[in-house]
C-alpha cells in the first residue's frame, strides 16, 4: 500500500504557502530560524489551517517536535480575589488575554507573546522577526482573537497597551511604515495574513486599553526597558 498523501503548511519560511511534499516543504523551511510548518493528510484541512492564522501551535525546523509555549508567570495572587494567580487591579478582568511585543530598535529584532490573565501562563509567543513594536502588537492581538475563536472561548477579553495597534484591529488595516523588502517579506506575509483574518471573521472578544499608569506594566511585558 502506497503513503497517504500530505499536505504541508508553511506559515513561516522562505515562501509560505501549501505544498504537496516533505522535500518542497523542507526548502522553504531548511535554515529558516523560527520557521513554523506542519502537514494535514487533506488539502481541505491544510488550506483552513492556512488561512486560520497566526499559528496557534509551531514546529520547530530544528527537530520537528511540536510544542505549545505555556511558560508560568510567579504567582501572587490578590488577597481580595480567586479567580488570579496575577496581582491584577480590581477593575482589570482576569478571564481574559495580556498581550505585548518587544522590539531591539525600531525596526529591529521583533516578538510578540500572549498570557492568560487566569493561570499566568504563556499561551503563545513569536518571534523575533526583523520588524516594529507596533507591527507585534497588532499581530498579538490578532493571534489572541485567533486563539479565542478557534478554541471556542467566550465571555474573554484581550489588554494591549498599545493605542496604535487597537485602532489598527478595529480598522482591519495594519498602517505602517516599515518598507517592505527582503529582510521583512515574513513579516508581511504574516501582516498580509493577519489583515486577511481580520475580514473574513467577525468577534465579540473586547479589546480593552491596558492603563499602564494606573495598574502598572501589562503582564505580557518583556521586562526590557
Not at 513594536?133 to 486563539?147: K, P, S, T
Request: proline content about 6%.
Amino acid at each position: 500500500m502506497g503513503k497517504k498523501q500530505k499536505f504541508y503548511v508553511v506559515w513561516s519560511g522562505l515562501r509560505p504557502g501549501i505544498y504537496t511534499s516533505w522535500d518542497e516543504c523542507r526548502k522553504q523551511i531548511h535554515g529558516i530560524r523560527g520557521a513554523q510548518y506542519k502537514s494535514y493528510t487533506t488539502q481541505e484541512e491544510a488550506q483552513a489551517a492556512f488561512e486560520a492564522t497566526p499559528p496557534i501551535y509551531k514546529k520547530r525546523a530544528a527537530d520537528g517536535s511540536r510544542r505549545q509555549t505555556t511558560t508560568t508567570l510567579p504567582p501572587n495572587p490578590p488577597a481580595d480575589r480567586h479567580d488570579t494567580v496575577l496581582p491584577l487591579p480590581a477593575e482589570v478582568k482576569a478571564r481574559a488575554l495580556a498581550v505585548d511585543a518587544a522590539c531591539s530598535g525600531n525596526p529591529g529584532p521583533m516578538e510578540y507573546r500572549g498570557v492568560c490573565l487566569t493561570t499566568g501562563q504563556e499561551m503563545f509567543r513569536y518571534g523575533p522577526v526583523h520588524g516594529t513594536n507596533n507591527i507585534g502588537e497588532f499581530l498579538a492581538i490578532v493571534h489572541g482573537l485567533a486563539l479565542i475563536k478557534q478554541q471556542g472561548l467566550t465571555d474573554m477579553t484581550i489588554y494591549s497597551d498599545s493605542r496604535n495597534a487597537l485602532l489598527w484591529v478595529r480598522k482591519k488595516k495594519c498602517k505602517t511604515t516599515l518598507a517592505r523588502t527582503a529582510r521583512t517579506e515574513t513579516l508581511f506575509v504574516l501582516i498580509e495574513r493577519a489583515e486577511q483574518w481580520l475580514k473574513n471573521n467577525t468577534w465579540e472578544t473586547p479589546l480593552v486599553k491596558w492603563e499602564t499608569e494606573r495598574w502598572g506594566e501589562i503582564p505580557a511585558d518583556f521586562g526590557r526597558k
